[in-house]
């Protein structure tokens, strides 16, 4: 490396990572600033990680303080985030969770459950200092278990910042449809929390299914509110007595289900029959879903070395594995959000090779852009990234 190439590598190695949320707290960043200066040549963050594990000018962090069993399999997580993070998030969306197991991080997408702070006129946002997050125990799922069953109140985790578009507008629909299943209940539950205490329950009518009573997430609150606003009507399906919903059936459950806007989350099945009986009435436009996981249908292909080209690493994956994944074991840090093929924040151009769509089997030749966490290698391939 000539003596200013290697002098232009320095500058672009020592500069400081871009703090989320700066733009909201300018006197804080100005003091990290400072605080970069006086503290080299460690990074502050390291001083500050010292301090308080919370602090970080890199990422965003928070600590589990409690976990609270809802059902058998389930439990809520309260996470109190570190600096950086903004409460005024839309009840629906979504947060990445991060966390260390054997050495790695390992990251999901979780719906926030609870119900963003109310603004003080002002003064910014309320003090509601912490989010919740509801997850599920996937039988064989990897960290939905761990989450569930293993974390301790105290562990630190990594946040990515709440996003998504499954959200309410703000005044509310006058009627509304939610469509649940399953851990589906936690955007919806979120978005009944901010309705309940906007005081916006109008007419909501509520489907929502489960194995049996006892599987029902948030039992006692949904009840509680039912008896408190006879605006919002909760009709429980218990699917392992009465079997699953038949939604050609809806007419029967809520006759003006056509005249309501719906947000429905549950699972696959579920949400593409909502999908064809929604867009057969000729208002698709009504009709807002939430996938919490992708079909990756597609017959195995090579597998190969994926080459990260500007982070200058490189992994030997199977035709199974997320490019996303491959990149993460590998140590590249990957942009991602959902993390299943609908946001578009993971996507990279591929600069040599072929990658395969892992849901549609389709291939990817050198020069497209891709979406990491959806496309495996098909054969040696290189990215920018
Ligand atoms: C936007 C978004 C919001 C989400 N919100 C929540 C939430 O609020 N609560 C919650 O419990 N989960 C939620 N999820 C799902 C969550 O991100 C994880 O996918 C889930 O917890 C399983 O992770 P795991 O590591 O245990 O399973 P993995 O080890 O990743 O997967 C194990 C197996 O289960 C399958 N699988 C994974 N997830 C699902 C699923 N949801 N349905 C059916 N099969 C699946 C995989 O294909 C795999 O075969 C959300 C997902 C998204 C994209
Ligand atoms: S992370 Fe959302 S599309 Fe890949």
């Known amino acids: 490396m000539s003596k200013k190439n290697a002098l232009t590598a320095k500058v672009v190695d020592t500069k400081r990572p871009t703090v989320v949320g700066a733009d ?3 006197g804080w960043h ?3 600033k400072v605080a970069a200066r006086i503290t080299t040549p460690l990074l502050p963050d390291d001083y500050l990680h010292l301090a308080n594990p919370l602090w970080s000018a890199r990422e965003l962090r928070g600590r589990v303080v409690e976990v609270r069993r809802e059902t058998e399999d389930s439990a809520t997580l309260v996470i109190k985030p570190g600096w950086g993070f903004s409460f005024d998030y839309q009840p ?6 991060g966390l260390l197991v054997d050495g790695r991080w390992r990251w999901r997408s979780y719906s926030l459950t609870s119900s963003p702070a109310a603004p003080i006129s002002g003064s910014g946002w309320g003090r509601a200092r912490t989010v919740t997050i509801t997850v599920k125990a996937m039988p064989e799922g990897f960290l939905s278990t761990h989450l569930v069953a293993g974390v301790e109140p105290g562990t630190i985790v990594r946040l990515a910042a709440p996003q998504g578009n499954f959200v309410l507008p703000d005044p509310a629909p006058q009627s509304i449809l939610f469509l649940t299943a399953g851990s589906g209940i936690t955007p919806v539950m979120s978005m009944l929390r901010t309705l309940a205490r906007r005081n916006q329950i109008h007419d909501i009518a509520h489907l929502h299914s489960a194995p049996t009573e006892s ?5 006692a609150e949904l009840a509680a509110l039912a008896e408190d606003h006879p605006g919002y009507r909760l009709s429980v399906r218990q699917t392992r007595v009465e079997g699953r919903l038949d939604l050609s059936r809806l007419d029967w459950a809520v006759p003006d289900w056509c005249e309501r806007q719906t947000w429905a989350c549950g699972p696959e099945g579920l949400l593409n029959q909502a999908e064809k009986v929604w867009s057969s009435a000729g208002i698709g436009d009504r009709l807002h879903l939430e996938r919490f996981a992708v079909s990756k249908a597609a017959p195995a292909g090579a597998g190969g070395t ?4 500007r982070s200058g690493k490189s992994v030997a994956t199977d035709a199974a594995t997320s490019l996303m994944d491959a990149g993460e074991g590998a140590g590249v840090q990957m942009p991602f959000g959902c993390r299943m093929g609908i946001c578009q924040s993971c996507v990279v151009s591929l600069v040599e090779g072929h990658v395969r769509d892992l849901r549609t089997g389709s291939e990817h030749d050198p020069g497209t852009r891709i979406q990491t966490c959806v496309s495996a290698a098909s054969g040696d391939c290189a990215l920018d990234i």
């Open 92 to 97: 629906g969306q979504y947060i990445g969770i």
């Open 30 to 32: 100005a003091l990290r």
């Open 306 to 309: 994926v080459t990260f080209v």
């Open 24 to 26: 909201k707290h300018p």
């Open 215 to 219: 599987d029902v997430m948030f039992r």
